[in-house]
């Protein structure tokens, strides 16, 4: 089924003032671009529920829209309804709607045990008032038990109602395409928008790959390795392999692109040029 592309762009809510004040210019920037929206992402069991609203509100009052992350695990019913309510308040149309982490030292997930029944929720409340994306893996969740079973985790976050999904990150558009291959094979019909995360540390990328479960090539890795501390070259090489990556995507009828800003204008902004996205 043939979707019109969608090009977004993420965020993390600032911790510090000098970091509110780096994203207020990142947001400026990147905003000349005309993504589709911004997602804001949310902490282990809300842990910056407060910053991420406060984040979405700023990009609502300028006029563009926002898509908060929303975790469910950890969290009830009422939680739930009054964060929907409070969106539905300031303008907010569209949710990220996710099962999320377990916070360190919490034994209870909660009144949701699985995005799907997230997704659910939000339609009984709100109706179609939302655009809801769901996450994907074409990796496979780094907690899933097997690959059959993450493969039944999201078809039934896709039919409880969501209207797109967002995949992790990754480097080998075969996988991507073999995971589209098999939703559709099971029915999956909506858009899954291939997640972008711009290589231009490598350190802070096998840190992050390791957490989430993303795999880097082991070509990839090898050459980042061996530029050692020449960050120009990491920067150059990085540019070069995820233009690429996203060129391919793109040229085989990926529905868009979602970019993993890490609140930076530079790399997102680069990757978009390269790419003549709305030119």
Sequence with gaps: ?????????????????????????????????????FSVTFGAGGSTQEGTFDTVKEIQKKGLSAAPHLSCIGSTEDNIRALLKSYIDIGVNRIVALRGDMPSGMRETGEFRYANELVEFI????????????????????????????????????????NAAITQYFYNADGYYRFIDDCEKLGVEIPIIPGIMPITNYSNLKRFSDMCGAEIPRWIEKRLIGYGDDKASIVAFGEEVVTELCRKLLDNDAPGLHFYTMNQTGPTRTLWHNLSIGC
């Excluded at 994203?23 to 929206?37: G, H, I, K, S, W």
């Excluded at 496979?140 to 078809?155: C, G, I, W, Y």
């Design 1 to 37: 089924m043939k979707h019109e592309k969608s090009f977004s762009c993420e965020f993390f809510p600032p911790k510090t003032e000098k970091g509110a004040e780096n994203l207020r210019t990142t947001l400026a920037e990147l905003a000349t671009l005309n993504p589709a929206y």
């Design 123 to 162: 339609r009984s409340e709100t109706g179609d008032h939302f655009h809801i994306e769901v996450a994907a893996y074409p990796e496979f969740h780094p907690q899933a038990p097997s690959a059959q079973v993450d493969m039944e985790n999201f078809v039934r976050k896709a039919k409880a109602g969501a």
